[in-house]
């Protein structure tokens, strides 16, 4: 019994972090036509052909609840540093670790991709042309990303998911 409710002690002070964190968070919650939305706004377009036409196209929405951070993708010709694509999106926090960020040239070497994320409103206004800029502008998602857990704490969803099922149990 004692490591039962040693156990349970532990998660529920791992819900007391979750619960302040969440309090903390810059992230607050809007609904708009009874759709929930996080307060980011990022720019937001499919391809365009240089980054001034994309944020003009940009419609000003907040992103999806769980997107909250802004994902910039800008493909370039090498030598003359030429945009031939941008596009800017809302996406999942773990989709910009930092493996999934920076630049790489293509096989023939005429064109290099750009991937970069950032977290704040509006945060995604440049795109990188180099492999550092990428990393740079991704920095503060790589740093949120490492200090999201508690020492010894389950992930969100996983905690939530062992509460409610104490609670059903008691």
């Known amino acids: 019994m004692l490591h039962h409710s040693s156990g349970l002690l532990r998660l ?6 979750w619960i302040v964190r969440a309090a903390q968070s810059e992230d607050k919650i809007t609904v708009i036509g009874g759709v929930a939305r996080s307060d980011t706004v990022c720019w937001t377009c499919p391809s365009h052909i240089t980054n001034a036409a994309c944020n003009r196209w940009a419609p000003n929405l907040p992103c999806p609840l769980n997107d909250t951070v802004c994902r910039t993708v800008h493909v370039f010709h090498t030598k003359t540093m030429n945009t031939l694509s941008v596009e800017k999106e809302c996406i999942k926090p773990s989709l910009c670790s930092s493996k999934n960020v920076g630049c790489e040239t293509s096989d023939d070497g005429n064109t290099e ?3 970069s994320c950032c977290k ?6 440049e795109v990188a042309t180099d492999d550092a800029t990428a990393q740079r502008q991704s920095l503060n998602i790589h740093n949120t990303l490492q200090t999201s857990h508690s020492e010894g704490c389950l992930p969100t969803s996983s905690l939530l998911a062992l509460v409610t099922i104490r609670f059903l149990t008691f």
């Open 113 to 115: 991709i750009c991937i």
């Open 120 to 125: 704040g409103s509006l945060c995604n206004e």
């Open 12 to 17: 529920l002070l791992c819900a007391l972090v």
